[in-house]
C-alpha cells in the first residue's frame, strides 16, 4: 500500500518544481502517492518561501495547525527558502517538525525522511548535476530549472542566502529534460532560474560555454516543440543578441518579464541593480521595435529605504513609458541577512501604502485601456486547464490568459480565438474557425 503525501507550496515557480522534485523521488523510492487532505496524510511538507513578509509567525501558526490534525505518527518538514534561513530555529520553535530540508537540498529529500530531526540547509550544495526522478503537474507543459542560485547582490533580496550561488546545469542535460517531456506529450516548456540570462556563467564541472542565447537557440531545434518560456531575465543582461533572438525565433513565446524595481537611478544604485532609468528604457525600445507583439510585465517595490517622492515618480514615469502588460508591485519588507536591512533612511508605512495604491491605479487604467483594444482581436490559444464553471483557458504566445466556453477535448490543444469580453487579467474569447 502505497503511503499518503501532502505538499502545500508557496512562492515562486521554483519552488513549485523544486515541489515537483521532492514528490517524484518520495513518489519513486518510497512509494508515496499526492493526496489533498492533510489529516490523511503520512508525510506532511511545507515548501516556504522568505522573499516577502508572510510573517514567520504565520509558518509557526500553520505548522501548529497541522501538528493539532494530523494524523498520528505522521511527519511534517519544513522545505524550502525560509528552511534555508531559519534551520535549527525551526525545530526549536516546532519541536514535532521532523526534518528542515533547504532550497538549494530537495534532492536530499529521501535521506532526511529517515533521520530524525534533520537539517539540511548548505546553501553551497551543488545538486545542478543531480538527475531527480519525473514528476510533472502538467502534461501540456513541463518547468526545466536551467541554474540553481543566484550570483547577483541585490541589497533587498534575501534569496542567494536561501539558494546561495549560482552554478548552470549543463545544457546536455536540459536539453534531454525537453525531449523527454515533449516525447511524452508536452508542446511548452518553462525554463527557470533566478536570473535566467546571466546562464552559462559558471558550471559545475567541465562544460562547454554556451550562453542563455545559444541555449535558446539548441532547444528550439527540438522538432516537435513549439513554445518555449523563461523566468526570470534580468534587464542588466538583455543585450542586443538576446534580444534578437527573442525577437526572431517562432518558437520562443513573446511575453518578457523585466523586473524593473525602481525607475529612479539613485533608488537602483542603492539596490546594486547594476542599470540606470535609461537603459531599461533603451532595452524596451529595442523590444517594442524588434518585435511589437510582444508583452511585457515587470515588478515594483514601492518604499525602499531611501525613495523619495521624486523616486518614486520615476517608477510612475517608466510605467507611463512602457505601458506594462502586467505588473507585480509589492512593499518593501525589509529582510533577514541583506544589505538593506540596515538602511537606516526607512520611508513611513503610510507613505509606501500610498505610492502602492497609486501605482496599482494607474497599472489598473494602463491595462483597462491596452484591454479594451483587444475586443475582435484573434489569437492563437494552447488550452491547458479545465475550470469548473465550464470554462477552458489557456494562454496566448503573448501570454495572455484566455477562456472559451468548452470541454476537456480542447486540453492541450491550439485553436485561433477570438477575443468577446475583457477582464483585467482574463479574456474571454469564441473560438474561430
Ligand atoms: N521586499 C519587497 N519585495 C521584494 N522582492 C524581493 N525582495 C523583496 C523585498 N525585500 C520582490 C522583487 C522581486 C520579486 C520576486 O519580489 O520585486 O523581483
Ligand atoms: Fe522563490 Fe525567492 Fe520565494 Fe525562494 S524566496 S521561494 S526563490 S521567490
Same mark, same amino acid.
Given at each position: 500500500m502505497s503511503k499518503k503525501l501532502f505538499v502545500e507550496t508557496l512562492g515562486c515557480a521554483m519552488n513549485s518544481r523544486d515541489s515537483e522534485h521532492m514528490i517524484a523521488e518520495l513518489r519513486e523510492k518510497e512509494n508515496y502517492e499526492v493526496i489533498d487532505d492533510f489529516t490523511e496524510a503520512d508525510l506532511i511538507l511545507i515548501n516556504t518561501c522568505?522573499?516577502? $513578509?508572510?510573517?514567520v509567525h504565520k509558518l509557526f501558526s500553520e505548522l501548529g495547525g497541522f501538528n493539532k490534525k494530523k494524523k498520528p505518527g505522521a511527519k511534517i518538514g519544513v522545505c524550502g527558502c525560509t528552511a534555508s534561513h531559519l534551520g535549527e530555529e525551526i525545530l526549536k520553535r516546532a519541536?514535532?517538525?521532523?526534518f528542515v530540508l533547504g532550497a538549494r537540498n530537495v534532492s536530499k529529500i529521501t535521506e532526511v525522511l529517515h533521520k530524525d530531526k534533520a537539517v539540511e540547509i548548505?546553501?553551497?550544495?551543488? $545538486?545542478?548535476?543531480f538527475a531527480f526522478k519525473d514528476f510533472r503537474s502538467s502534461p501540456f507543459k513541463g518547468f526545466i530549472n536551467i541554474s540553481i542560485g !543566484?550570483?547577483?547582490? !541585490?541589497?533587498? !533580496?534575501i534569496v542567494p542566502k536561501t539558494r546561495g550561488d549560482e552554478v548552470s546545469i549543463p545544457d546536455s542535460l536540459i536539453i534531454r529534460e525537453a525531449k523527454r517531456l515533449v516525447d511524452s506529450g508536452a508542446k511548452e516548456i518553462f525554463l527557470l532560474g533566478?536570473?535566467?540570462?546571466?546562464?552559462?556563467?559558471?558550471?559545475?564541472?567541465?562544460?562547454?560555454?554556451?550562453?542563455f542565447t545559444e541555449l535558446l537557440r539548441r532547444l528550439s531545434?527540438?522538432?516537435?516543440?513549439?513554445r518555449i518560456r523563461f523566468t526570470s531575465p534580468h534587464p542588466f543582461h538583455m543585450d542586443d543578441e538576446f534580444i534578437q533572438e527573442f525577437s526572431t525565433n517562432?518558437?520562443? !513565446?513573446k511575453s518578457m518579464h523585466m523586473?524593473?524595481?525602481?525607475?529612479?537611478n539613485k533608488v537602483l544604485k542603492d539596490m546594486k541593480r547594476g542599470y540606470t532609468k535609461e537603459w531599461f528604457i533603451n532595452r524596451v525600445q529595442m523590444l517594442k521595435s524588434m518585435c511589437p507583439e510582444a508583452t511585457i510585465s515587470t515588478d515594483i517595490i514601492v518604499?525602499?529605504?531611501? $525613495?523619495s517622492d521624486e523616486d518614486f515618480q520615476d517608477s510612475i514615469d517608466v510605467m507611463r513609458q512602457?505601458?506594462?502588460?502586467q505588473i507585480f508591485s509589492f512593499k518593501y519588507s525589509p529582510r533577514p541577512e541583506?544589505?538593506?536591512?540596515?538602511?537606516?533612511n526607512v520611508v513611513d508605512e503610510e507613505v509606501a501604502s500610498q505610492r502602492l495604491n497609486e501605482l496599482q491605479k494607474l497599472n489598473n487604467e494602463i491595462i483597462d485601456k491596452k484591454h479594451s483594444g483587444l475586443i475582435g482581436t484573434t489569437y492563437e490559444v494552447y488550452f491547458e486547464t479545465l475550470n469548473r464553471d465550464n470554462f477552458v483557458a489557456g494562454r496566448s504566445n503573448n501570454n495572455r490568459v484566455i477562456r472559451v466556453?468548452?470541454?476537456? $477535448?480542447?486540453?492541450g490543444q491550439f485553436r485561433n480565438v477570438k477575443i468577446i469580453d475583457i477582464g483585467r487579467t482574463i479574456l474571454t474569447g469564441e473560438i474561430v474557425a
Open positions: 522568505s522573499v516577502r $513578509e508572510r510573517p519541536p514535532y517538525v521532523s548548505d546553501i553551497n550544495y551543488d $545538486e545542478s548535476e !543566484c550570483d547577483k547582490a !541585490c541589497t533587498f !533580496c533566478q536570473n535566467v540570462n546571466n546562464y552559462g556563467r559558471r558550471f559545475s564541472g567541465e562544460h562547454e560555454k554556451v550562453n531545434k527540438i522538432e516537435k516543440l513549439q517562432p518558437k520562443i !513565446c523586473p524593473l524595481q525602481s525607475g529612479s518604499g525602499f529605504p531611501g $525613495e512602457v505601458e506594462f502588460d541583506t544589505e538593506a536591512e540596515h538602511f537606516t466556453d468548452g470541454s476537456e $477535448e480542447l486540453l
